[in-house]
């Protein structure tokens, strides 16, 4: 089993293709690029923490692309999930819906939230803090990195349009290799 997480995903939302430099050419392009991708990394068995803003819509357009994603997932709520509170939304979809979260993958402590926070607990050793909100590109996490703040950005526009894992995110912070690894850890069809 493997760790993912990501942010921002924004599925039928035609105004953050523009907002955010996205390469497609409308809403529907992108749902299919970010449900391939998604599939195309992630298995059955693997954990997914979504760190805010699924979707702008409601609870069945909400359900409807959820219920095509692998893995078992996890939500951050972020600012444009109202879809969650809806009566109407399966919530099962979702082992847990929350505002925060701590956990622990292998040694290394997250704290997830989707908004970036300035100090987290575990801030002065070694706990990483996932976020997304911002649409940020790769640069802002090699930033990051390079002030040695263990702050990450795990949304799409930041990793290629796809999850990143907990592996990844290790090995950006903390080995010596030249760049993240790469390579297709899953595949599963919904």
Same mark, same amino acid.
């Given at each position: 089993?493997?760790?993912?997480?990501?942010?921002? !995903?924004?599925?039928?939302?035609?105004?953050? =293709?523009?907002?955010?430099?996205? *390469?497609?050419?409308?809403?529907?392009?992108?749902?299919?690029?970010?449900?391939? $991708?998604?599939?195309?990394?992630? %298995?059955?068995?693997?954990?997914? #923490?979504?760190?805010?803003?699924?979707?702008?819509?409601? +609870?069945? /357009?909400?359900?409807?692309? !959820?219920?095509?994603?692998?893995?078992?997932?996890?939500? =951050?709520?972020? $600012?444009?999930?109202?879809?969650?509170?809806?009566?109407?939304? *399966?919530?099962?979809?979702?082992?847990? =819906?929350?505002? #925060?979260?701590?956990?622990?993958?292998?040694?290394?402590?997250?704290?997830?939230?989707?908004?970036?926070?300035?100090?987290?607990?575990?801030?002065? /050793?070694? +706990?990483?803090?996932?976020?997304?909100?911002?649409?940020?590109?790769?640069?802002?996490?090699?930033? $990051?990195?390079? @002030?040695?703040?263990?702050?990450?950005?795990?949304?799409?526009?930041? $990793?290629?349009?796809?999850?990143?894992? +907990?592996? @990844? =995110?290790?090995?950006?912070?903390? %080995?010596?290799?030249?760049?993240? *690894? %790469?390579?297709?850890?899953?595949?599963?069809?919904?």
């Amino acid at each position: 089993m493997a760790v993912y997480f990501t942010a921002d !995903l924004h599925f039928f939302h035609e105004n953050v =293709i523009r907002f955010a430099n996205r *390469p497609f050419r409308g809403a529907e392009e992108m749902n299919a690029a970010l449900i391939q $991708n998604w599939n195309n990394r992630v %298995s059955a068995g693997d954990e997914v #923490y979504i760190l805010g803003d699924v979707t702008l819509k409601g +609870a069945g /357009r909400a359900a409807e692309v !959820l219920s095509q994603l692998c893995g078992k997932k996890y939500l =951050i709520r972020g $600012n444009h999930d109202k879809f969650a509170d809806q009566a109407s939304f *399966p919530k099962e979809l979702f082992v847990w =819906i929350r505002d #925060y979260a701590e956990i622990t993958v292998g040694n290394t402590p997250f704290v997830l939230f989707h908004y970036p926070i300035g100090e987290w607990n575990g801030f002065y /050793r070694g +706990a990483v803090h996932l976020h997304g909100h911002q649409h940020n590109h790769r640069d802002y996490n090699e930033k $990051n990195r390079g @002030e040695g703040l263990l702050r990450y950005d795990v949304g799409v526009d930041a $990793n290629g349009m796809a999850p990143v894992s +907990a592996a @990844e =995110i290790e090995a950006f912070f903390f %080995s010596d290799l030249e760049s993240r *690894p %790469s390579g297709q850890a899953g595949g599963c069809t919904t």
